[in-house]
């Protein structure tokens, strides 16, 4: 337990000291960006994938993603995606894949007719036609590969406790740069949009689902890795100061996702539980809402009422605004309609960003993969999604020791609802959804089944 404690604290400390470091070197960015994916690429061929090592890879990745993308630190704006599917592909290599994976086999095969559709449509030059096309397919194709690698795979809940701690690290280092980033908020804060002054100079809404997956992944480290008052006032540190950081980004749908997770896994942790667990979780959860009254209170302070505001939809005066959703509704809007003027095989992948660019005068990507795939994918992409949908959902019948399975979907499904597939993180986690997961040892989690 000794050594378990100091190994935690380590890791803590060392990311925390990594955000303090390439705050004040930014250069190192991409030394850590480039380090990151060698030496993971170096355990994977040491190891051949014995314990599942391309997962622990894939997680840091996937966690380090938004970091490294604001501190300048990857070598392309994709390298995480393809980081993703390379070290699954080299995990199915050691150690093959499920037999029964066919969904996910149909599912990257439903892609390839609005990929071939785009080649013909899309009006750019060769060398964009390519770069277009992968910026909008690598998210569906990260999470197709990842979802053929974690099909019923076999791990133990201490296992993905794990990959979720290694997910959650980087996002501990991108706190700490936010930190320093920025200046006082009584400064910059004028209105209720979201602002990317507290989010590090870069994309708020790519900010804030990192750290919602970072504040839920912290939270339920109290409930399931907390065996000491150490680690359980660490984790609830941790987990309020990602938080905070993620309500002032102003930017809402990674929050209320995060919020929403913790939610579902409260109410899953429950029903698993037997009655000794059932009335710790109830104690856990009176605190975990102190926790939340207390971060809203301070968020509320420091931002002279705004942040209240901004989740009540009004703007710096109070006044209501007209969207609630900041005219993404009319993106979505857009590519409805382009779905129905080409409703079996779309308009065929990044499409629809040439012809919203052509019809606005600048370039608008989606926010919405849903709508993306029904634009661009057709009748075909209501399938995908359908698979995506459904799948998991069918394997949890024999699979409901998986306590993290429908935060997972949701993370997934929420997210690509406000960010698409931005980042390879919504991809990840729905892989994460399909493993499967058993208790061998009662002393590695709090939570116990009945």
Request: aromatic share 14%; hydrophobic share 50%; glycine share 8%.
């Amino acid at each position: 337990m000794e050594n378990k404690v100091k190994n935690y604290l380590f890791l803590i400390l060392f990311h925390v000291l990594l955000g303090v470091v390439i705050y004040m070197v930014p250069l190192l960015s991409k030394a850590y960006g480039i380090l990151i994916f060698l030496v993971s690429l170096y355990f994977i061929i040491k190891t051949r994938n014995r314990n599942n090592e391309v997962l622990y890879a894939a997680a840091y990745v996937v966690g380090s993603e938004v970091f490294l993308r604001m501190t300048d630190g990857n070598p392309n704006h994709e390298f995480s995606k393809y980081s993703v599917i390379i070290f699954m592909i080299m995990g199915m290599i050691y150690s093959g894949f499920s037999k029964n994976a066919v969904p996910y086999w149909i599912f990257l095969i439903l892609l390839i007719p609005g990929i071939v559709i785009a080649t013909q449509s899309l009006g750019y030059a060769v060398a964009n036609v390519r770069k277009t096309i992968l910026f909008n397919i690598s998210g569906p194709l990260t999470l197709g590969i990842a979802s053929l690698y974690c099909y019923y795979r076999r791990l133990t809940i201490f296992e993905l406790n794990n990959i979720l701690l290694l997910m959650g690290l980087p996002i501990i280092s991108c706190s700490i740069y936010l930190i320093l980033y920025t200046p006082d908020l009584k400064e910059i804060l004028t209105t209720t949009v979201s602002n990317s002054e507290t989010s590090g100079g870069f994309g708020p809404n790519q900010v804030s689902t990192a750290l919602g997956l970072g504040m839920f992944i912290f939270f339920t480290r109290v409930f399931v890795a907390s065996k000491n008052k150490l680690f359980f006032f660490l984790n609830i540190l941790l987990a309020i100061t990602i938080s905070y950081r993620g309500l002032i980004t102003f930017s809402r749908g990674g929050m209320v996702t995060g919020a929403l997770m913790i939610a579902l896994f409260m109410m899953v942790a429950y029903m698993r539980s037997n009655k000794i667990v059932r009335t710790q979780l109830i104690q856990l959860v009176a605190v975990l809402l102190v926790a939340f009254s207390l971060i809203w209170v301070y968020a509320e302070t420091e931002t002279s009422g705004l942040i209240g505001k901004r989740y009540a939809n009004k703007d710096a005066l109070g006044r209501e605004k007209e969207s609630k959703f900041t005219g993404r509704e009319a993106l979505a809007a857009g590519e409805v309609e382009m779905f129905l003027e080409n409703p079996f095989f779309g308009v065929g992948a990044g499409k629809g960003t040439e012809i919203r660019t052509e019809q606005m005068g600048y370039l608008v990507a989606s926010h919405d993969e849903l709508t993306r795939m029904l634009a661009e994918h057709g009748m075909l992409g209501i399938l995908a999604l359908l698979i995506l949908l459904f799948t998991p959902i069918i394997l949890y019948l024999d699979n409901k020791q998986h306590l993290y399975l429908f935060c997972f979907i949701a993370f997934w499904f929420l997210t690509i609802n406000h960010a698409a597939m931005r980042t390879a993180a919504p991809s990840f986690v729905y892989a994460l959804a399909l493993l499967k997961i058993r208790f061998t040892d009662e002393e590695e989690v709090v939570i116990r089944r009945k």
